[in-house]
């Protein structure tokens, strides 16, 4: 499995909050068969979760070199979950291009075109699609983050549609299959998936505590996709061509 969006680098958001727990939940991610992860802590403008670049390479670095000295084999990239704002297309038109793309706010996933975009739960953001639009523009590929735990999208699924169709991408938590975020939740990933609207699942791990559960996991997808194909497409497959950039 490869990993995409989690809260595993230490310090910087409502993650792991030191070094060994992130050594240990990393430890965890490898026993259930994790081969790849792109550490994604949150960046919200205007909170507490903002650390820029140069801070989050440097622990990045530091968490790399502590994994390798603990016999860690997980190849570790580095990224965001970047919560939407107005200004999220300024922020990135500073990324593009630049050879060092450490000096700047925030990181797009493992330094290609896809950027991992989180919408608030509760209430919607009109301005988003506008914001999601300029990115498009300039070459990226929003990649949407849990779409099935927004209450307006359990409402209403059919508003991921438009997101699809301008060029976004949605990235379910398998863990709502196991009902970790309540019923609708799991009810909404799985009309999602039914209709072919997800194109990968990922972890949202924050705790040492939270456990993969992919096998379990695997059964429920099988139940839903009876396709070992399609399976493998969301927990591997889709999300190395996000690694890669492809």
Known sequence: MIDIHNHIMPGIDDGSPDMATSLAMLEKAERAGVTDIILTPHYIKGSI?????????????????AAIGAGRRVNLYLGNEV??????????????????????????????????VEFPIRTE???????????VQMGFVPVIAHPERYIYVQENPEKVDELIGMGCLLQGNYLSLTGRYGKRAEKTLKRLLFGNK????????????????????RKKLMRILRSEQAIQDLLVNNPRRVLRGE
């Open 49 to 65: 979760y903002n650390a820029n670049n140069v801070k989050k390479w440097q622990v990045f670095n530091e968490l790399r070199q």
């Open 83 to 116: 919560y939407i704002d107005g200004k999220l297309a300024e922020m990135l038109a500073a990324y593009v291009g630049k050879t060092t793309p450490e000096m700047y706010e925030i990181s797009t996933l493992n330094s290609t075109k896809y950027v991992l």
């Open 125 to 135: 953001d009109k301005t988003a699609k506008n914001t999601l639009f300029s990115l």
């Open 198 to 217: 997800i194109f990968c699942l990922a972890s949202d791990i924050h705790k040492y505590t939270d456990e993969y559960q992919v096998e379990l996991v």
